[in-house]
T-cell receptor, first 112, second 111 residues
Framework: NAGVTQTPKFQVLKTGQSMTLQCAQD?????MYWYRQDPGMGLRLIYY???????DKGEVPNGYNVSRLNKREFSLRLESAAPSQTSVYFC???????????FGEGSWLTVV | SQQGEEDPQALSIQEGENATMNCSYK?????LQWYRQNSGRGLVHLIL?????REKHSGRLRVTLDTSKKSSSLLITASRAADTASYFC???????????FGKGTRLSVIA
């Protein structure tokens, strides 16, 4: 029982390259989230999906797109990576918004 | 914008001492949650306290909530080196939007 699985764990990108962070959960949860964590900034919400078929912007959506592929999977895409997007990205889920959130182990992204 | 604000930003104590962290927030909430993050790992849920509750316990953890002051505290009793981590509060606002996390308190427990 993996819980929340994120891939890749580490990635180095050049400015302007694109990439997709993948997230899958086997907890049968309805809501899924993407957060970024920067030193001294805590966690900031990028996008979330309250249920399959819906997505909404969070606090810092610029430069990102998301896809809720099905109930299990929620991907985050950087179309043209910028150094300001160097961060640790966390995918998370909960049964319904506002309940206990379960986090993945994080994806470390460096944009050079 | 971030709702919860933890205080202090960093705390260093000796093993066996109690550790207290505080969280202040700005708007009405439905619940407040505390999470722990070990270095290089994801966050792990510790405890949830609802807006109509004043105190909750879980093992060595005690959480209080004062909605009149818009603040919460997390007390870890008899701390251990393994408690070394960052601790975050997160609030669920009355509009039921996603949890909003604070910036965290870094706790170091010295053996």
């Amino acid at each position: 029982n993996a819980g929340v699985t994120q891939t890749p764990k580490f990635q180095v990108l050049k400015t302007g390259q694109s990439m997709t962070l993948q997230c899958a959960q086997d907890m049968n949860h309805n809501s899924m989230y993407w957060y970024r964590q920067d030193p001294g900034m805590g966690l900031r919400l990028i996008y979330y999906s309250a249920s399959e078929g819906t997505t909404d912007k969070g606090e810092v959506p610029n430069g990102y797109n998301v896809s809720r592929l099905n109930k299990r999977e929620f991907s985050l895409r950087l179309e043209s990576a910028a150094p300001s997007q160097t961060s640790v990205y966390f995918c998370a889920t909960d049964r319904y918004s506002g309940n206990t959130i379960y986090f993945g182990e994080g994806s470390w992204l460096t944009v050079v | 914008s971030q709702q919860g604000e933890e205080d202090p930003q960093a705390l260093s104590i000796q093993e066996g001492e109690n550790a207290t962290m505080n969280c202040s927030y700005k708007t009405s909430i439905n619940n407040l949650q505390w999470y722990r993050q070990n270095s290089g790992r994801g966050l792990v849920h510790l405890i949830l306290i609802r807006s109509n509750e004043r105190e909750k316990h879980s093992g060595r953890l005690r959480v209080t909530l004062d909605t009149s002051k818009k603040s919460s505290s997390l007390l870890i009793t008899a701390s251990r080196a393994a408690d070394t981590a960052s601790y975050f509060c997160a609030t669920l606002n009355s509009g039921n939007t996603p949890l909003v996390f604070g910036k965290g308190t870094r706790l170091s427990v010295i053996a």
